[in-house]
Structure formats: C-alpha cells, structure tokens
C-alpha cells in the first residue's frame, strides 16, 4: 500500500502494517469511525466463526488504536503492527524533519533525545538503500510515569502490551524499550520508532521495521 504523506511516501505490506491516519477526513473515510469500521471489515472477512461479538471486540481495538497518542511529539505517519500469521501488536511511527533542525546533533545524539541523554544501549550502522547514512539505536529505560499513570487495560495499544504486560508496566521500575531506525535523505532526517514495554516483541519486529524504514521515498530523491 502506497501512502503519500507530506513530500515522501512510504510502501507498507499490507501482510504487515496497517496504516493508521493521525486526523480526519482521510482518503475515503470522514472520521475515525468510519476507518474503524472499514479495518474491521477488511480484517475479519473471510474468517469463519466471527461472531458479533467478536467483531464489536475488533472494532473497540481500532478505536483504541486510533486514539492513541505517540511516545514523541509530531508524527507524520503512524502504523499498526498487525502480522496476518500471527504475533505481538504494535504501534509505531514516522518523524521527519529538515536536517538543518538538528542542530548540529548528529543522527544517533538525534535519535536518543539529544547530547546529554543517556547513551543507547545499541547502536548499529545500517546500509539501507535510498538513504545516505542510517542507524539503528535501542534504548532500554523505565516507563515513564505518565504512562506508568495511566488506567490501562491488558492490550492496550499504546505501551504495546498485548501479551498482558500491562498490568506489570503500572508497577515502579518496569522496562521500557524503543527501536529507533534514523536516517537522512534528501536533507531530511526522517526516524521510524515502536516502543513499549514487550521488549521481546519490539526485538522480533526488528527485521520489519527496518524493512518498512527501506521502502520510505522522500520526494526527488534517487531509489
């Protein structure tokens, strides 16, 4: 699926991501309401045994997803992890910027909050085709205490705890990881990010991620 979004375009497996519009109108659904029910729709056709129920569950999830807020300010896209044959949810999303706007940072400082933030518990250089420079960094750090907070239900999208590590996350202390692909492009710095607290699930998503972060064009540039 191809999605165009401010001056680059992103090609996402349908069999893998589910694109998840930040406001509305969007393309052909007026409001969220109708992308949830859409997705749901589009999900669960062809399955056997779906029942009402089932299908009233689905489209609280999309809705769930949908309301979700990002770990960083000022997406540009967003994305649900959704595998077909199975696995751990997850969010992630797009960030893109002017390379001038680092400030002379460089990507890896960019991607870990800055200079005098803690160093990433991994940094790896990646060569992946359309981008000049690009990295992957891991951070590994304790969930922070606005979403430590939070009234969450197990599953929910936004700590990526599908596996039920909710109720875990709302102790003190709980990990916390993200998996940031950074990269520049044509003068744009652009970074995928996923985070939660399913650290094992962040890790098997890794190779997908970086998949996704290969297939972003920013406009003009050379494939």
């Not at 409001?31 to 089932?54: F, K, M, R, S």
């Not at 304790?142 to 979403?147: D, N, R, S």
């Not at 969450?152 to 590590?165: H, I, K």
Request: hydrophobic content about 45%; charged content about 20%; aromatic content about 8%.
């Amino acid at each position: 699926m191809e999605i165009e979004q401010l001056g680059f375009s992103v090609d996402a497996d349908p069999q893998l991501w589910i694109p998840v519009p930040l406001e509305y109108p969007y393309a052909e659904w007026p409001d969220v309401h109708a992308w949830a029910h859409a997705i749901t729709v589009g999900v669960l056709e062809g399955i056997e045994g779906v029942t009402t129920e089932v299908e009233g569950q689905f489209l609280q999830l999309a809705h769930a997803i949908a309301d979700s807020e990002a770990l960083l300010p000022d997406p540009q896209a967003r994305f649900w992890y959704f595998p077909v044959f199975g696995g751990p949810m997850h969010l992630c999303h797009l960030y893109a910027s002017p390379i001038e706007m680092l400030d002379g940072l460089s990507l890896v400082e960019s991607a870990a909050g800055g200079a005098d933030e803690q160093a990433p518990q991994r940094v790896e250089e990646q060569q992946i085709p359309g981008f000049s420079q690009s990295w992957c960094i891991t951070l590994l750090d304790e969930l922070p205490p606005a979403l430590r907070d939070l009234e969450l239900s197990a599953g929910d999208p936004e700590v990526g705890g599908a596996d039920g590590s909710i109720e875990r996350s709302l102790e003190t202390g709980i990990a916390f990881g993200s998996i940031r692909f950074i990269g520049e492009q044509s003068g744009i710095v652009l970074m995928l990010e996923a985070s939660g607290t399913n650290i094992e699930g962040l890790a098997g998503m890794k190779d997908d991620l970086a998949a996704l972060f290969g297939t972003i064009r920013v406009d003009g540039s050379v494939a």
